[in-house]
């Protein structure tokens, strides 16, 4: 398409946008661009060497090594080197492993306060959380936000009593908002374990599915939301989805229910 004149009429402007809005949000992520890219000729980014601590990775056989790596295990190590959030932040940054990352902005790390007596779970960032870098800020999020505050909690707050901490199992976007597959999930379940050791919440509540799957093994968000169980030793609470309730209303009876225990077991 080439532009004619320097004067864009503010209709076309905001057709272009909300063209271009609708092919990031389909997983569009490259263009087609005046000159042709052999993308073969391109060095592949899972065949770097990814980190430190997998000296194995650095060495000149590195190619071949690399496509015989096991994810889990340098997620494995990886995590478990992490002193402090930040490191495991850094850590996450240099993970090279997991396809998601090629497709998304951001590494989505958590918001909240640290030390939190409340961890909140979610399943990976959605378009709003890639673009700013944060988890639930889209309109799920907003919903999340305005469910907590109903029972004294806010990631805003300073007061762990009063505070939230919010992270999700994948850090990166899936395409078109897809679930994360079991695969990714067990890459990612490592660095999982080693930020809920670090910020060693009182209790855990788990939105949807995905978070379910990662930490309890279990699927059926609706047959397990509301009832405590543990993992990683920790009292879990499932709840069903933000997302879940803006498309189905009536469940919010039921989140408010859970809300209302979660309240009671803090008190
Ligand atoms: N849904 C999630 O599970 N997590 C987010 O961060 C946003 C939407």
Redesign the pocket.
């Known amino acids: 398409m080439g532009i004619k004149s320097d004067i864009v009429q503010p209709e076309a402007w905001q057709a272009a946008l909300a063209a271009l809005d609708w092919q990031v949000e389909m997983g569009v992520a490259d263009w087609v661009q005046e000159h042709p890219v052999n993308r073969y000729d391109l060095p592949d980014r899972l065949e770097r060497p990814i980190a430190a601590e997998t000296p194995a990775l650095a060495r000149p056989a590195a190619r071949q090594e690399a496509q015989t790596v096991d994810p889990v295990d340098v997620a494995r190590h990886a995590a478990q080197a992490a002193r402090t959030l930040d490191d495991l932040r850094a850590a996450l940054m240099a993970f090279d492993l997991c396809e998601l990352k090629r497709g998304a902005r951001s590494t989505?790390f958590a918001d909240g306060h640290p030390a939190a007596r409340v961890l909140i779970l979610?399943?990976?960032?959605?378009r709003?959380?890639d673009q700013e870098g944060?988890?639930?800020?889209?309109r799920?999020?907003q919903l999340l936000d305005r469910m907590f505050e109903a029972i004294g909690l806010s990631r805003q707050s300073h007061d762990p009593a009063l505070a939230l901490y919010?992270t999700?199992?994948m850090p990166w976007r899936p395409p078109q908002n897809r679930e994360p597959d079991p695969d990714e999930i067990a890459m990612m379940r490592p660095f999982l374990e080693r930020h809920i050791a670090l910020t060693n919440p009182d209790v855990i509540v788990t939105?949807?599915n995905?978070?379910c799957l990662a930490l309890l093994n279990q699927k059926g968000i609706l047959r397990l939301r509301g009832t405590w169980t543990s993992a990683l030793g920790k009292p879990v609470l499932p709840m069903t989805?933000?997302?879940y309730l803006l498309r189905n209303p009536a469940a919010k009876r039921e989140a408010w229910a859970d809300l209302l225990t979660l309240k009671a077991r803090l008190t």
């Open positions: 989505v979610g399943e990976a960032p959605g709003e959380e944060l988890p639930f800020v889209g799920a999020g919010i999700n199992v939105m949807g995905t978070p989805h933000p997302a």
